[in-house]
């Protein structure tokens, strides 16, 4: 009865290639959020989608696409990976209510390594 | 643009100690959310306790609670009687309230250890 997931929890790969993070949250929630946390452990948000539509848009190469193939799921797409990649990616969840949006619900975290 | 700024960045207490963690922010908007988050070494993301701007009365949460300062931007996070169990990377966290679809910025993060 996991909140919100995310796979692979680990991924280890070599510069250049394609990999993709999947998450998916079962709260019901309409807004999804991707973020990243390097290595000095700062946390900056990517990308948020509400409904499928993307809503905010970092400073973030195109390298990275995001991808919401319904409110329930967002997944994370990186072409091209560089070792400036090698992070934690984390994806979260919360419900637009009342005034303003509701307590964001973080998923377990993606570490991603590039060689 | 709101910026959160986390002025310790590591702090330690003793066990069944009280410990007082500071943050303090920069906005122009009047409704907004506060946050804290826990990150254990599991690199699990945890809210700890939240404060809606509009509220004048201080959230607390079992052994957590906060002391909220609006009109000096500050939002500082009291622990009681520490735990071991207490020791983690705290954030704290912005959110406007203007937007449908929150953006939140976090400050740097206080790594809190506890000792036996």
């Known amino acids: 009865d996991t909140a919100v997931s995310q796979t692979p929890k680990y991924l280890v790969t070599q510069m250049g290639n394609d990999k993709s993070i999947k998450c998916e949250q079962n709260?019901?929630?309409?807004?999804m959020y991707w973020y990243k946390q390097d290595s000095k452990k700062f946390l900056k948000i990517m990308f948020s989608y509400n409904n499928k539509e993307l809503i905010i848009n970092e400073t973030v190469p195109n390298r990275f696409s995001p991808k919401s193939p319904d409110k329930a799921h967002l997944n994370l797409h990186i072409n091209s990976l560089e070792l400036g990649d090698s992070a934690v990616y984390f994806c979260?969840?919360?419900?637009?209510?009342?005034?303003?949006?509701?307590?964001?619900?973080f998923g377990p975290g993606t570490r991603l390594l590039v060689l | 643009a709101q910026t959160v700024t986390q002025s310790q960045p590591e702090m330690s207490v003793q066990e069944a100690e009280t410990v007082t963690l500071s943050c303090t922010y920069d906005t122009s908007e009047s409704n907004y959310y506060l946050f804290w988050y826990k990150q254990p070494p599991s690199r699990q993301m945890i809210l700890v306790i939240r404060?809606?701007?509009?509220?004048?009365q201080n959230a607390t949460e079992n052994r957590f609670s906060v002391n909220f300062q609006k009109a000096a931007k500050s939002f500082s996070l009291k622990i009681s009687d520490s735990q071991l169990g207490d020791t983690a990377m705290y954030f704290c966290a912005f959110m406007s309230a203007m937007t449908n679809a929150g953006k939140s910025t976090f400050g740097d993060g206080t790594t809190l250890t506890v000792k036996p």
């Open positions: 709260l019901g929630h309409d807004t």
């Open positions: 404060q809606e701007a509009y509220k004048q």
């Open positions: 979260a969840s919360s419900q637009v209510a009342g005034q303003g949006v509701e307590t964001q619900y």
